[in-house]
């Protein structure tokens, strides 16, 4: 069974860069589009990028100036770097893995983890 | 903003069958299958239905889909107390490359 698991700090004060890694166990991250996916208090879903296990990356063009998305094959795990937070960046951040085929889906999330952003 | 258009809440009594819309653009629904997620209260999302009305094991087969043009619905039917929870669609939106969701559709089941 595959298992997603987001691991970085709660709180980062505004202007700084949040930092956050999803270790994925049970299966291989080669193949499948490695997504991060945000929700804010009491707000809907939204989509801030993918990065293939290749390395090619799509992000929402919302956040694009400031995202970086990364990967590490030998460990498993992809990286969610945002810069310059501010408060509106406070949310529960979800890594998921994407699949193409038949359709494009998240078929496996992280439980999320909620980062603060404040000083 | 969300890019998918829901409504923002549903109710049912329970065995009642209950619809949830969600209206795209020809870059997302209409163009690509649209899945549907529902998040209970306190957790994150799960895959609840992809690619015409393609079911993850275990979902039980009263949840279903049905997409025309740049629209979508999910149905539940035989409603349940444990239905009670946020349903959001998403779907491939061919312009961003990337994902696109709706704002999410809070069930009550009274």
């Known amino acids: 069974q595959v298992q997603l698991q987001e691991s970085g700090p709660g709180l980062v004060k505004p202007s700084e860069t949040l930092s956050l890694t999803c270790t994925v166990s049970?299966?291989?991250?080669?193949?499948?589009?490695w997504s991060w996916i945000r929700q804010s208090p009491g707000k809907g879903l939204e989509w801030i990028g993918y990065?293939?296990?290749?390395?090619?990356?799509s992000y929402n063009p919302s956040l694009k100036s400031r995202v970086t998305i990364s990967v590490d094959t030998s460990k498993n795990q992809f990286s969610l770097k945002l810069s310059s937070v501010t408060a509106a960046d406070t949310a529960v951040y979800y890594c998921?893995?994407?699949?193409?085929?038949?359709?494009?889906?998240?078929?496996?999330w992280g439980q999320g983890t909620l980062v603060t952003v404040s000083s | 903003q969300s890019v998918l258009t829901q409504p923002p809440s549903a109710s049912g009594t329970p065995g009642q069958r209950v619809t949830i819309s969600c209206s795209g653009s020809?870059?997302?629904?209409?163009?690509?299958?649209v899945n549907w997620y529902q998040q209970l209260p306190g957790t994150g999302p799960k895959l609840l239905i992809y690619?015409?009305?393609q079911r993850p094991s275990g979902v039980p087969d009263r949840f279903s889909d049905s997409q025309s043009g740049t629209s979508a619905s999910l149905a539940i039917s035989g409603l349940q107390s444990e239905d009670e929870a946020d349903y959001y669609c998403?779907?491939?939106?061919?312009?961003?490359?990337?994902?696109?969701f709706g704002g999410g559709t809070k069930l009550s089941v009274l």
């Open positions: 998403a779907a491939w939106d061919d312009s961003l490359s990337g994902w696109v």
């Open positions: 020809s870059s997302n629904i209409g163009r690509n299958a």
């Open positions: 990065i293939y296990y290749s390395g090619s990356t």
């Open positions: 690619y015409n009305n």
């Open positions: 998921a893995r994407g699949v193409m085929v038949r359709g494009a889906r998240f078929d496996y």
């Open positions: 049970g299966g291989s991250i080669s193949t499948y589009y």
